[in-house]
């Protein structure tokens, strides 16, 4: 029996979940499934460019576990470019990180939570986005609130919510 998967913690959930070769109907294509874990990693290493001790640290798993998902991570978006397969971001053993998260420009992280899915993820402060143009980047449902400590004055309420008239 092989041991359970350790919960890896991660800050980002992508807005865009599937990318497919273009002018290839969806029907004819195989699928990757990349996992938000694996995405992670990617992100974090590749994109972030940190070292991969800081990498495992934010992600609250082991240096040689990290490398682990990085390499088929790797594996999987190569062969996808290589072979023209799909790709789907989906799944793994995630929890959106609890920790308070300081962006490179110093911009803190606000916290949001779907009414409908019951899906949290964290969106950067000062994005420009504005409430009512929230949505949930799992079920797409508009029924989103703030559940961290600055949710000025909106409490529980979803993101628009005017009250009764």
Same mark, same amino acid.
């Given at each position: 029996?092989?041991?359970?998967?350790?919960?890896?913690? =991660?800050?980002?959930?992508?807005?865009?979940?599937?990318?497919?070769?273009?002018?290839?109907?969806?029907? *004819?294509?195989?699928?990757?499934? $990349?996992?938000?874990?694996?995405?992670? /990693?990617?992100?974090?290493?590749?994109?972030?460019?940190?070292?991969? /001790?800081?990498?495992?640290?934010?992600?609250?798993?082991?240096?040689?576990?990290?490398?682990?998902?990085?390499? $088929?991570?790797?594996?999987?978006?190569?062969?996808?470019?290589?072979? @023209? &397969?799909?790709?789907?971001?989906?799944?793994?053993?995630?929890?959106?990180?609890?920790?308070?998260? =300081?962006?490179?420009?110093?911009?803190?992280?606000?916290?949001?939570?779907?009414?409908?899915?019951?899906?949290?993820?964290?969106?950067?402060? @000062?994005?420009?986005?504005? @409430?009512?143009?929230?949505?949930?980047?799992?079920?797409?449902?508009?029924? =989103? *609130?703030?559940?961290?400590?600055?949710? *000025?004055?909106?409490?529980?309420?979803?993101?628009?919510?005017? @009250?009764? &008239?």
């Amino acid at each position: 029996m092989t041991r359970p998967k350790i919960i890896r913690c =991660v800050n980002f959930t992508p807005e865009i979940t599937y990318f497919k070769p273009r002018g290839i109907p969806l029907s *004819h294509l195989l699928e990757i499934n $990349l996992t938000i874990d694996e995405l992670e /990693t990617i992100r974090l290493k590749n994109y972030k460019g940190l070292e991969q /001790t800081e990498c495992a640290k934010r992600m609250k798993i082991s240096q040689s576990t990290f490398q682990r998902i990085l390499c $088929l991570a790797n594996k999987k978006i190569a062969d996808a470019l290589i072979n @023209g &397969k799909a790709i789907k971001i989906e799944g793994g053993v995630i929890k959106m990180n609890e920790e308070k998260i =300081v962006l490179d420009s110093d911009q803190e992280m606000r916290k949001f939570k779907c009414e409908e899915c019951k899906y949290e993820w964290e969106e950067p402060f @000062g994005t420009g986005k504005k @409430g009512v143009e929230m949505s949930c980047p799992k079920c797409k449902s508009k029924l =989103v *609130h703030r559940i961290d400590s600055g949710g *000025h004055g909106f409490g529980r309420q979803p993101w628009g919510y005017k @009250g009764r &008239k």
